[in-house]
C-alpha cells in the first residue's frame, strides 16, 4: 500500500474515460457488469434496521518493490487470494470498488485507477471515492489477509458516532487502510487537500479508534514482505498454493473444509467477544458425528447447543460430552428407550 504501480491496468470494452485524475475501467471483465448481492439492499436504504448502507474501496494497486513485484493482491493465504480475503470482510457493501488492476477473482467489482498510476494513496482514493454511491465508505487495504467481517462491522457501527472510524493496532497506531467514513465528509477534505499522506488528509477528521485485541491473527497484519507472508500462510493454517488455467492464469487453490472452518470460527468468536482457543472444536464435532449417526441429523445442532448450555452452567466439556454420546449410542441400539 506503500508503493504505486506505473503501468495502467486493463480496460473493458465498456470503459469510460473518467476525470482528469481518473481511469474507471468499469468492469473487472469484458461481459456488461451485474450488481453485486450487496446492491439488494433493505428496507430504507439499510443493510439492516441498524447499520447504514456502504459501499467499500480496496486499494490494490501497489508496486509491491519489498515482494519482488509481484502481483500482491493475488497472493493466496489459506487458499484465497488477499484481495478475495478483503473483499469478504466487506461483505454487504453496496458497491465494491477496487483501485488497481482488475482482478478476475472479483468479476462484479468496479474497477478503476488513479490516472497517472503511481500517482499515490491519496489519488487513488479519489479515483476510488469517485464510485462511491453509498452515505458511508469503507476504505481497506488489499494485503490484510486477518481483517474479518467482525472489524468491518466494528468500524462501522463505531463511525456512526461522528465522522469516521479507523481501527488502531496494539500500538496505538492508526491504520488509514482500515477505517469507515462517512462519504460527504471524505469528498469535502479531499476536495480541498493537496497533500500525499493519507494520516495529513484523515487524521483531522478525528475518527473514532477502534481497538480490536491484539493476537497472531491481528487484523490489521499487512503482506509487506515475503516473511510476513509465510507467516500468514503459516498462521492461516497451510501455505498458500496456485493453480493455473488456460482462461484465468493463476487462481486460487479450492480450500480446504478445515480451512473454512478455522476461518470460520475465528470470525464467530470474534464476533462474540469470545476465544477460538478457548473452543474444543473436534469435541463438537465428534459430538455432533455421533448424535447425527445414532439419532438424527437435525439432532446434532441442537446438542452442540445444549452443550454449550451445560458448559455455561459449569459441567466439564468433556464429561458433558461422554454423557451425550453415551446416550446417543443408547438411542441408536434402542430406537424406542422410553
Not at 486477518?146 to 468491518?152: I, P, Q, S, T, Y
Not at 492461516?236 to 478455522?262: C, D, K, N, S, Y
Request: glycine share 12%; net charge positive; hydrophobic share 40%.
Amino acid at each position: 500500500m506503500r508503493n504505486w504501480p506505473t503501468a495502467g491496468g486493463p480496460r473493458c470494452a465498456a470503459s469510460a474515460p473518467g476525470t482528469a485524475s481518473t481511469t474507471r475501467v468499469s468492469c473487472s471483465r469484458s461481459a456488461p457488469c451485474r450488481r453485486s448481492a450487496g446492491d439488494r439492499r433493505g428496507r430504507g436504504g439499510l443493510v439492516n434496521d441498524q447499520e447504514p448502507e456502504f459501499d467499500a474501496v480496496l486499494l490494490a494497486g501497489g508496486r509491491a518493490r519489498r515482494l519482488g513485484g509481484a502481483d500482491k493482491p493475488g497472493v493466496t493465504v489459506g487458499g484465497r487470494s488477499l484481495i478475495a480475503r478483503v473483499a469478504a470482510a466487506a461483505a454487504g457493501a453496496g458497491r465494491l470498488v477496487v483501485v488497481g488492476p482488475a482482478r478476475p477473482e472479483l468479476p462484479h467489482a468496479v474497477t478503476v485507477r488513479e490516472d497517472p498510476p503511481g500517482a499515490g494513496p491519496v489519488p487513488a482514493l479519489r479515483a476510488g471515492l469517485a464510485e462511491v454511491r453509498a452515505p458511508w465508505a469503507v476504505l481497506l487495504a488489499a494485503d490484510l489477509p486477518f481483517l474479518g467481517f467482525a472489524e468491518v462491522t466494528g468500524l462501522r457501527r463505531r463511525a456512526r458516532t461522528g465522522t469516521g472510524a479507523v481501527l488502531v493496532d496494539d500500538g496505538g497506531r492508526e491504520q488509514w487502510l482500515a477505517g469507515c467514513w462517512r462519504t460527504d465528509v471524505l469528498r469535502a477534505a479531499l476536495a480541498g487537500y493537496q497533500g500525499a499522506s493519507l494520516h495529513g488528509l484523515l487524521s483531522p477528521l478525528d475518527p473514532v479508534r477502534l481497538a480490536t485485541p491484539a493476537g497472531e491473527r491481528a487484523p490489521w497484519l499487512d503482506c509487506d514482505t515475503p516473511e510476513a507472508v509465510e507467516r500468514a500462510r503459516r498462521l492461516a493454517g497451510r501455505a498458500g498454493r496456485t493453480v493455473v488455467t488456460a482462461e484465468h492464469g493463476p487462481r486460487p487453490a479450492r480450500r480446504g473444509g478445515m480451512i473454512v472452518l478455522e476461518d470460520w470460527l475465528e470470525v464467530a468468536c470474534r464476533e462474540l467477544g469470545l476465544k477460538a482457543s478457548d473452543v474444543d472444536r473436534d469435541l463438537v464435532l465428534d459430538l455432533a458425528r455421533d448424535v447425527a449417526h445414532g439419532v438424527a441429523r437435525p439432532a446434532a445442532p441442537l446438542t452442540a447447543y445444549l452443550l454449550g448450555l451445560a458448559v455455561g452452567r459449569g459441567e466439564p466439556a468433556r464429561d458433558a460430552a461422554a454423557r451425550i454420546t453415551e446416550l446417543a449410542e443408547g438411542w441408536a441400539a434402542d430406537p424406542d428407550p422410553v
